[in-house]
């Protein structure tokens, strides 16, 4: 599945006006930024922009303003800490109903390789819906929009797609392209053999992610709390682990599935149990591991076991594809981290592609250490579990073809 979406590389933007969607919903205290991954993982992108004199407007998302403008979810932070990457100017245009005096009047004085940042989207109540006249006032300020945001482009909002009824030249920028490469040929042209891991709590959040990465690739490995709704459904004692008993026919028809496709589906063979969830996540906690399928009726498995961790690592080692999403336990807590860093441990040294689906595994693998050692750490959560549904974004679909 090539890209096959007009790019930043394909377009002339010398003297006019872009306006870039970026993901820059950061981690915030205090109004300071605990984490800028995503501000430097759009870098590239605006430095091309600014490089070849375009006009640079940027616009994003923070968090969840219920109620229209909120002080806590100002982008300022954002405009101070871009301008120390890039070495310039960044005028943060501070308008509650973020196309407004401000941002006019700041984007009317731009010159070429200028950097302009809207106030937060959200802070318009049609972002979410995608209604105008938000959409239009946004495409107002631009000749030509960049679609950079990956994490947000499963949701068709105004500043994702509804920009596009408005600026007939569009293109995406470098993350997006990276994204829909490495997720995109995982999942469509793999080189094989493929292996996908999911983990996570819920089953509900992955039903079609389980049934469509089945049909695709080779070994499917499942561990984090969804597992033990597969140990239950095949009969086995699973105490008072996370189970969804609404999903069992469900886990057992994908045991069949993976019969049926002559495809590999490893399930945990032994857990690290305790007396309950750890309150809080990260204090201290007695643990043992018993055998996946004996965990008694007053125990919980928060972790696989070692048994697991050899089991799921031996299925990596002579993989060419990893794909992996979702933790494998309690990674908060130290003593309920072993399982995922042991995944995370073996697609290190492995010499396949390895993918990391956003959201958690992300988390857990930029946390322990290892985030230099993998091909592809995705930028979306709910995106790249979407993307690896099958599913086609709205942010991806409304950018020009090729």
Known sequence: MQLNKVTVDDINVKGKKVLVRCDFNVPLKDGVITNDNRITAALPTIKKLIADGGKVILCSHLGKPKNGPEDKFSLAPVALRLAELLGQDVVFANDDEVVGENAKKAVSEM??????????????????????????????????????????????????????????????????????????????????PFVAILGGAKVADKLNVISNLLEKCDTLIIGGGMAYTFLKAQGKEVGLSLVDDTKIDYCKEMIEKAEKLGKKLLLPIDTTIAAGFPNPIDAPIEVKVVDAG??????????????????????????????????????ENPTLAKGTIAVAKALAETDATTIIGGGDSAAAVIQLGFADKMSHISTGGGASLEYLEGKTLPGIAVIADK
């Open 111 to 192: 010159n070429d390789g200028d950097v302009v940042l809207l106030q937060n989207t959200r802070f318009r109540k049609e972002e979410t819906k995608n209604l105008e006249p938000f959409s239009s006032e946004l495409a107002s300020l631009a000749e030509v929009f960049v679609m950079d945001a990956f994490g947000s482009a499963h949701r068709a909002h105004c500043s994702t797609a509804g920009v596009t009824e408005h600026i007939k030249d569009t293109a995406v920028g470098y993350l997006m392209q990276k994204e829909i490469n490495y997720l995109g040929n995982a999942v469509e042209t793999p080189v094989r």
């Open 294 to 331: 004996s965990i008694p009726a007053d125990m919980e498995g928060l972790d696989i076991g070692t048994k697991t961790q050899e089991l799921f690592a031996d299925a990596v080692k002579n993989a060419k594809t990893v794909v992996w999403n979702g933790p494998m336990g309690v990674f």
